[in-house]
């Protein structure tokens, strides 16, 4: 049976260096080598071998909901809501509740929030 890894994920953005900007200052994520081409992408390390990619598209029209999402998961979550909160970055949990937090029936607690481009962040403790 083939086994699976995760590798990386993309975005189109209109604006690279604004959401470059974003994910450096409030997920703290680094500038890596794009390897892949000379292109305007920017590529960005989310731990170990996982990326993000940001695909300037600026005349794309994105289209976001909260169901489409990605989630990130730290052991500091009452301090990262707190810096969210000291930033001026709204967030709301699952039901669209502003400024609050969400536990799931398994007790993980999450928040959720928008990059410039208006898609989904889930941010959780589920530090297995």
């Known amino acids: 049976m083939v086994t699976f890894s995760f590798d990386h994920i993309a975005l189109s953005v209109k604006d690279v260096n604004e959401s470059l900007e974003f994910y450096q200052k409030v997920l703290q994520l680094k500038e890596i080598k794009n390897t892949a081409s000379n292109s305007k ?7 170990g071998k996982n990326q993000l990619h940001l695909i300037p598209r600026p005349d794309f029209q994105i289209k976001v909901n909260k169901a489409v999402h990605f989630a990130l998961t730290t052991a500091d979550f009452t301090s990262f809501v707190a810096y ?45």
Do not use: A, H
């Open 41 to 47: 992408t920017r590529w960005l390390s989310i731990g």
């Open 84 to 128: 969210l909160q000291s930033s001026n970055i709204n967030y709301t949990d699952w039901i669209d509740s502003p400024n609050r937090d969400y536990v799931r029936q398994d007790g993980i607690k999450q928040v959720y929030f928008q990059d410039p481009n208006g898609y989904w962040i889930e941010i959780n403790d589920d530090c297995r």
